[in-house]
């Protein structure tokens, strides 16, 4: 009997891997991709790494496939910016066993910064891109993704989204098919890329994407064509597919599974039968851009918007007139007004917390950076002026102060997470101190990688797997790339922050304020809520901005006890010592990642 | 026929269990099923949605997201996140099961918005709707499980027609549904679950279906 299991596409992906004999595996979290990586680590036949950033992690797997291994790395859509460096020439160099790269879009933005389209990324490295529509097939492109690798001497990139990374569907389970390492072998012509030996291989990765786009015409795993009532044909990949099959089941679908590169005969085939051809897809006229230069009259865009996702009624709404039977039921309509809006905001007993109550108490302009800490810039603390992408808040607070002097520069800080400064703040301080900046960092240190659901990182003291790993000393970095002024303390020892934040400011030069206190999730002692005796009603522990805290009608502020873990820090700051916390915090290292998780940290 | 089912909460209340549950009873009736969960940002005190589609016998599912206007049930981790889910319900229909203590959003903590005094009116506003209301963690805690609010909503759910076993048209048997129970939950918590489930079914049951005000 078949094992049929219901799984994450994102599970499939990694259960595709294993499947495939892949054994190297090395990527950076990032939403909607990093259970990938995570369900890795629990085969344990395998290598799997959480790297410092997606760069290295491409490097890594670019390594291992040369020597011989077969390797994933995985990555969203921004990780793929950061590793793009090296993909373009690993287009060149080719492989040798199987390299496949997963990048997974966000539409909708749900957990990014942008809602880039990453099948730009196959079409100018001139990489193959496989798009799986449910977790069933992220299994098997997976297994397919390391076969062509190695037919075809090429990384292979497979292109997920939200909805089919984090959507369960049924998958069959197959065995582990092990594949012994391939021979390595010196080929410098093909592996050292100076510009004689790149030349030479710019001819092949032409002469293979020609062969892989006449592989797209005619093999049986490119495409499907599904003939049904012919007036209208609908060409769509991916999660798109399953939207278009359940508003229009009528409709005659073309269904790519490699989206580069496109079998244009096949395409041109299709357009031929059918009467109206549409194309439905997220994000970019990717698919409608190449249709349109086949010189094939379609309708796509025009009719669906860039903007976020698709959905079966945006698609019903979208190609109405194709639609038969014509929608369904609509919604009911609201007469009460909007519920009020629930964003996310930080936990309870967050570290953060202090840190951006006082940043916003003395108006700093603020270079924020992408962890859980962006969150510092929603009421009630407002406390972040800028955020572009991983690393950019050392280098954009160097830039403001350029441009605004040295009178601007003593109210401005730059805020980064510890995953986020070795991710790729470091070597923006580096170049601070090079090139003398009038600069204050707050390296906000909570032990772990806290946004993307705690992965451990180089500064933790663990690996993927929870054993004991080296762990770096933040500081100690710090004063090595030069930076003089380095100190780090609890950022719930307000008063002891203010005067850090104060004596920093001032001093003409680099320094860093290590914040060091770890993330709230990760301790399990429940410390006894803190109780409140008459409120004098000042408003003052509101501004911190805690899920715990309530202020009534009357305008005395209450704490919810199922919500406080008793942090403390709201005593900390009442002017009146209202509020009573009945144990005094514990230092930051009493509670370490480690000790969270009933490990004896080394 | 397609069970639509939208699971609403706020980040941190189990969800993920409540659709695992569904998951292992769409597989031991054999049915096709999509499960599109919220991972990530989301996650920290934020409003979350999953969207659970179980097939009837022979259904293949494609769309992993349940439409709005097209979910048979709401199940609600919290009353205002019902509200927000309502435009997903079958219009003027449909079954809403939502625990009754609120959880306030912060611009209503900090005192820049109201938590909306009549939730329960607009949840019952439109007689043919059926909604189960009640103190979903008290009865957790009654059986020292506080945290299996997830498995006093789907009693409650259990307890209702919504899920069919189509070859006796019945609607799927308890014992069933304690097999996915079972299937989903750690061991070591099972029978503190399956005494919560079983509580809320029956209470759930004997109450009749109109709405509680």
């Known amino acids: 009997m078949p094992d049929v299991r219901l799984l994450l596409g994102n599970e499939a992906i990694a259960r595709g891997a294993w499947e495939a004999g892949c054994r190297v595996i090395a990527s950076y979290p990032g939403t909607p991709s990093t259970e990938i990586t995570e369900a890795c680590a629990r085969y344990h036949d395998l290598d799997t790494e959480w790297s410092v950033n997606e760069k290295v992690a491409m490097e890594i797997a670019a390594g291992a496939s040369i020597g011989g291994a077969r390797t994933l790395t995985c990555m969203k859509h921004v990780g793929l910016n950061v590793a793009a460096d090296p993909l373009f020439t690993l287009a060149y160099t080719g492989v040798n066993a199987g390299l496949v790269i997963v990048v997974a879009d966000d539409p909708g933005v749900h957990s990014s910064q942008n809602e880039q389209d990453s099948r730009y990324y196959a079409r100018s490295a001139h990489l193959p891109m496989l798009v799986p529509a449910d977790a069933s097939e992220c299994l098997s492109f997976t297994k397919l993704a390391f076969d062509l690798s190695e037919q075809y001497d090429t990384p292979v990139i497979i292109g997920t989204c939200t909805r089919v990374a984090h959507a369960r569907s049924l998958v069959e389970l197959g065995e582990r098919a092990e594949h012994p390492s391939r021979e390595w072998a010196r080929n410098p012509s093909k592996y050292v890329m100076l510009p004689g030996p790149a030349r030479a291989r710019h001819i092949a990765v032409e002469r293979r994407e020609n062969s892989l786009r006449a592989a797209a015409e005619t093999a049986d795993w490119a495409y499907t064509a599904e003939y049904n009532d012919k007036s209208v044909g609908v060409i769509c990949a991916g999660t798109a597919y399953q939207y278009v099959k359940e508003a229009m089941p009528s409709a005659s679908v073309f269904k790519l599974n490699m989206v580069y590169p496109l079998p244009d005969e096949a395409i041109r085939g299709f357009a031929a039968h059918v009467g109206q051809l549409l194309i439905a897809e997220e994000l970019e006229p990717f698919i409608e851009d190449a249709v349109k230069a086949l010189g094939i009259n379609c309708s796509g865009k025009d009719r669906t918007g860039k903007q976020g996702e698709l959905s079966v009624n945006k698609v019903r709404a979208a190609f109405e007139s194709f639609v038969s039977p014509p929608s369904g039921s609509v919604p009911d309509t609201q007469d009460a007004p909007e519920p009020p809006a629930r964003p996310p905001a930080m936990c309870a007993g967050c570290p953060h917390r202090a840190v951006f109550y006082s940043l916003a108490r003395r108006k700093y302009t603020v270079s924020g950076d992408i962890g859980c800490y962006t969150l510092g810039m929603l009421p009630p603390h407002g406390a972040m002026d800028a955020c572009l992408c991983m690393g950019a808040s050392i280098g954009m607070a160097f830039g403001l102060n350029k441009a605004r002097g040295a009178g601007f520069a003593r109210n401005t800080v730059a805020v980064i997470g510890d995953s986020t400064f070795m991710h790729s703040g470091m070597t923006a301080l580096l170049d601070a101190v090079y090139n003398r900046a009038s600069l204050t960092l707050l390296i906000l240190d909570n032990r772990i990688t806290g946004m993307t659901g705690h992965q451990h990182n180089p500064a933790s003291g663990f690996d993927i797997h929870n054993n004991p790993a080296p762990s770096v000393d933040l500081g100690a970095i710090c004063s090595a790339l030069g930076v003089t002024r380095v100190r780090s303390l609890d950022p719930f020892e307000l008063t002891e922050l203010d005067d850090a934040l104060k004596e920093e400011t001032a001093f003409d030069g680099v320094s860093v304020i290590i914040a060091r206190r770890p993330c709230a999730l990760l301790s399990k002692k429940r410390c006894p809520p803190v109780t409140i005796e008459d409120c004098r009603k000042c408003g003052t522990c509101m501004r911190l901005g805690c899920p715990a805290l309530s202020k009534g009608e009357d305008g005395s502020v209450s704490v919810d006890p199922t919500q406080c873990v008793g942090c403390g820090l709201c005593s900390r700051v009442c002017p009146f010592h209202a509020i009573y916390d009945k144990n005094p915090a514990a230092s930051p290292e009493g509670e370490s990642a480690a000790a969270a998780k009933g490990e004896t940290r080394v | ?213």
Request: charged share 20%.
């Open chain 2, 1 to 213: 026929m397609i069970s639509n089912i939208i699971i609403v909460g706020v980040g941190g209340q189990g969800a993920l269990l409540a659709s695992r549950i569904l998951g292992a009873l769409a597989l031991r009736l054999g049915r096709d099923v999509k499960v599109s969960e919220v991972h990530g940002m989301a996650q920290r005190g934020g409003s979350v949605i999953t969207h659970v589609r179980i097939g009837g016998e022979g259904d293949l599912i494609h769309a992993p997201l349940v439409a709005e206007g097209e979910a048979g049930a709401v199940i609600a981790f919290e009353p205002l996140e019902a509200l927000r889910a309502l435009p997903y319900l079958i219009p003027k229909r449909g079954l809403i099961i939502t625990n009754t203590r609120p959880i306030p959003p912060m611009s209503v903590l900090t005192g820049a918005a109201k938590y909306p005094s009549d939730v329960m009116e607009s949840l019952t506003a439109s007689p043919d709707r059926q909604v189960a209301a009640f103190d979903a963690q008290a009865l957790a805690e009654k059986h020292k499980a506080p945290r299996a609010v997830n498995i006093a909503l789907l009693g409650a759910l259990a307890a209702h027609p919504i899920l069919r076993d189509e070859t006796t048209d019945e609607p799927v048997s308890l014992t069933v549904w304690e097999s996915a129970v079972a299937d989903a939950v750690p061991p070591k918590t099972l029978e503190s679950n399956l005494a919560v489930f079983r509580d809320s079914y029956y209470s759930s049951s004997s109450n009749s279906l109109n709405p509680l005000k």
